[in-house]
């Protein structure tokens, strides 16, 4: 009785760990699902952030003109009495147009960064890479310009061009250490590194991305890389 009692207990406990592994096993994919998700709700939130910005300056160029037009009325009818107020307009017109105004939002870094985000998902791919790089020249101090240069990463590293976008996820860690898009250019450069058989590189900053942001989706996908580059023996 006490043999079959000791083969019951260890097969019991057998049981048990199977149980066990297969319930951390369905965490992991909850884990590594979630983690995508995050990251897709994150795109969203920029592109949301931008379209909101590049509305509110259209409104604010908007009012500008309508604020202008309203000037140039004034100033037309002020002077002028009789009739003679009917040769005014005609000799002001020139001063009238407010096309500068009119084509600012062409020009403006939101106008100008929401355009390369959308040739970036259009898989527009080398034209977006021009237009980031020309963004991040046209405005090298706009609050965009973080995001703009982990854009041009993501675009080099989809066309596979993964030494130009290794310098451009390294540029996002060098020149906006406070940026929030930080933890996903670090897991790039990592991911930038295992594609070019930079094994020793690659393990060093995907380690780095898992310890300093272990509760991030980029830090969940860096261990889950270094797990592989562990089952490769690299």
Same mark, same amino acid.
């Given at each position: ?19 066990? %592994? $297969? !319930? ?5 994919? $909850? ?11 994150? %795109? ?10 590049? !509305?509110? *300056? $259209? +409104? ?10 309203? *000037?140039?009325?004034?100033?037309? #009818? @002020?002077?002028?009495? #009789? #009739?003679?107020?009917? !040769?005014?307009? #005609? ?18 870094? &939101?106008?100008?960064? =929401? @355009?390369? /985000? =959308?040739?970036?998902?259009? &898989? $527009? ?7 980031? =790089?020309? /963004? ?5 101090d706009s609050s965009l310009a973080d995001n703009a240069q982990y854009w041009l990463g993501e675009a080099y590293y989809v066309n596979k061009s993964y030494s130009d976008a290794l310098a451009a996820f390294k540029r996002v860690a060098e020149k906006y250490p406070q940026s929030r898009k930080l933890p996903d250019a670090l897991l790039k450069v990592g991911y930038c590194d295992y594609e070019l058989k930079q094994w020793q590189a690659a393990n060093e900053v995907l380690t780095q991305v ?5 509760? +991030? ?5 860096? =261990? ?5 580059? @562990?089952?490769?023996?690299?």
């Amino acid at each position: 009785m006490q043999i079959k009692l000791n083969d019951v207990d260890t097969r019991l406990a057998r049981i048990e760990r199977v149980v066990a %592994n $297969q !319930s951390l096993l369905e965490m992991a994919n $909850q884990v590594a699902a979630l983690s995508s998700d995050m990251r897709a709700i994150h %795109n969203d939130i920029d592109e949301l952030n931008h379209n909101l910005e590049l !509305s509110r *300056k $259209q +409104t604010r160029d908007l009012y500008a003109d309508l604020d202008q037009r309203l *000037k140039n009325l004034e100033s037309r #009818g @002020a002077p002028a009495t #009789g #009739g003679a107020a009917a !040769s005014v307009p #005609g000799s002001a017109a020139p001063s009238a147009p407010a096309s500068p105004a009119a084509a600012a939002p062409e020009t403006t870094d &939101s106008a100008s960064y =929401q @355009a390369a /985000f =959308q040739l970036l998902k259009d &898989s $527009q791919y080398d034209r977006a890479i021009a237009a980031f =790089q020309k /963004f991040l020249v046209s405005f090298p101090d706009s609050s965009l310009a973080d995001n703009a240069q982990y854009w041009l990463g993501e675009a080099y590293y989809v066309n596979k061009s993964y030494s130009d976008a290794l310098a451009a996820f390294k540029r996002v860690a060098e020149k906006y250490p406070q940026s929030r898009k930080l933890p996903d250019a670090l897991l790039k450069v990592g991911y930038c590194d295992y594609e070019l058989k930079q094994w020793q590189a690659a393990n060093e900053v995907l380690t780095q991305v898992a310890t300093t942001f272990p509760d +991030t989706p980029a830090g969940h996908l860096a =261990q889950q890389r270094l797990e592989k580059m @562990a089952a490769e023996k690299h």
